[in-house]
């Protein structure tokens, strides 16, 4: 069974249930005509109007990872994000001339289904409202630890006016192109029976999840992007960690570690710390010291039960090893283990990080696949971070960003530029008939 809580623009918080797809299908691409018709520049209008909706709503700001959505959304940004990804926003409202009489436009995929992953629920947000300014149709499976949350934000989206040469619109354009649904994940049928719906598809989960939609039937026409589980850590180097702003770095780190409790691809799990006149020791007692001020702001530090075994368990190694050590709260709030050992360990999360000493950050380059999604990086050295994330991007790696930064979405990301894959690139040629 379909529980839809979003569909031909109205919303049902109980949700309103449906055997198959065919119905939100229909209403889908009834209402794609009149998306297509919308100027590019009214879609971006609206969209910065929502962004500034959220900045004013107190009770949803207090939701994970909101705060950078209400940026994300500005016109200004997603202005440069389209430019990024198509070169021109004009080839989403027209043929566009690019040589002697020739044209391209860049036409929508027609509909797109998203399965988005349960740790972060706002990536729904960015799934959905980046194919909706390619003139999209859309259908968003989320989970069902996300349903509420992913609710409560496109009912923001509702009721917003904006005028653009002369004329009046409405955000139920965009409303009307995506249907909000929930089943479940293991419902071989509905997920089988909605890859059949998509002409593009958009996966965002675990190697299980991406594994069974991925075999699932599907058009042969459909288009799909892909983005499996990824694995992210941090470095600091010599020139950043001997700098006035070091503490500030690690407070930076903490930030990267606490959010979406460490469960999204972009959470860094270990820390390589490049020698310097501090020893690791100290610089562990420092990071000690920021965790413990950050954690008085959070009121939800409750782990699930397999976690906080793994980490209790980390913790009795790392005290019986005499070349292991560990710094840690009193209760499960954070844990800081120390080791020589040059790897990438296996995720605690849970607050969990792993920090080690390498002479050079560029050691760490044996340790790169193209598992590796993000690395946080701290330094003073532009030359340096240059080269080594030219380095660490040929052996794999998708974006180095500034610590502080790493679960902060962005175009590409996984390496993709997304509106880029969900247009269709048509043209005219009529050399000759003039």
């Known amino acids: ?191 089988s029976q909605m890859s059949l719906k998509a002409d593009a598809r958009i996966v965002w989960g675990g190697e299980t999840a991406v594994n069974a939609i991925s075999i699932l039937p599907k058009k042969t026409t459909c288009v799909d992007l892909i983005f499996g589980p990824k694995y992210s850590f941090a470095v600091f180097d010599k020139s950043a960690i001997e700098s006035d702003d070091f503490e500030e770095y690690l407070e930076n780190l903490v930030t990267d570690i606490i959010a979406f409790k460490q469960k999204a691809c972009s959470s860094p799990q270990v820390l390589f710390l490049e020698k310097s006149k501090l020893l690791v020791e100290e610089i562990a007692q420092i990071l000690s010291g920021k965790f413990q001020k950050f954690i008085k702001r959070y009121n939800n530090l409750d782990l699930e039960e397999a976690i906080a075994a793994k980490i209790i368990n980390k913790r009795g190694e790392y005290s019986l090893c005499l070349d292991k050590s560990f710094y840690a709260s009193k209760g499960l709030q954070y844990t800081i283990l120390i080791d020589s050992e040059l790897k990438l360990e296996e995720p605690i999360t849970g607050r969990t990080i792993f920090i080690k000493q390498v002479d050079d950050i560029l050691e760490v380059c044996p340790l790169i696949t193209k598992n590796i999604q993000t690395i946080g990086i701290a330094s003073k050295d532009i030359n340096k971070t240059i080269d080594f994330t030219d380095r660490v991007t040929a052996l794999g790696v998708d974006r180095v960003v500034k610590i502080g930064y790493m679960n902060f979405y962005d175009s590409p990301w996984d390496g993709r530029l997304i509106m880029s894959e969900l247009v269709r690139w048509c043209s005219i040629n009529i050399v000759g008939m003039i």
């Open 1 to 191: 069974m379909i529980n839809c809580y979003g569909l031909n623009g109205e919303f049902y918080k109980s949700g309103i249930k449906f055997e198959g797809f065919d119905e939100i299908d229909t209403y889908l691409n009834n209402n794609l005509k009149e998306l297509h018709a919308l100027p590019v520049e009214v879609l971006l209008l609206i969209i910065n109007k929502y962004s500034k909706r959220i900045a004013i709503n107190r009770e949803i700001l207090r939701m994970e990872g909101v705060s950078f959505l209400c940026f994300y959304l500005k016109k200004v940004n997603m202005e440069k994000q389209l430019i990024l990804n198509l070169g021109n926003t004009e080839y989403l409202n027209n043929f566009v001339p690019v040589g002697e009489e020739k044209y391209i436009k860049a036409q929508p995929r027609g509909v797109v289904c998203h399965w988005m992953a349960g740790n972060v629920a706002t990536l729904g947000i960015y799934s959905v409202l980046q194919s909706i300014l390619c003139k999209n149709a859309n259908i968003l499976r989320v989970s069902v630890e996300c349903v509420s949350a992913v609710y409560e934000l496109l009912v923001l989206l509702d009721n917003i006016e904006v005028v653009y040469e002369g004329n009046a619109y409405s955000s139920k354009v965009i409303l009307k192109n995506i249907a909000l649904i929930y089943f479940k994940s293991k419902d071989v049928y509905h997920n």
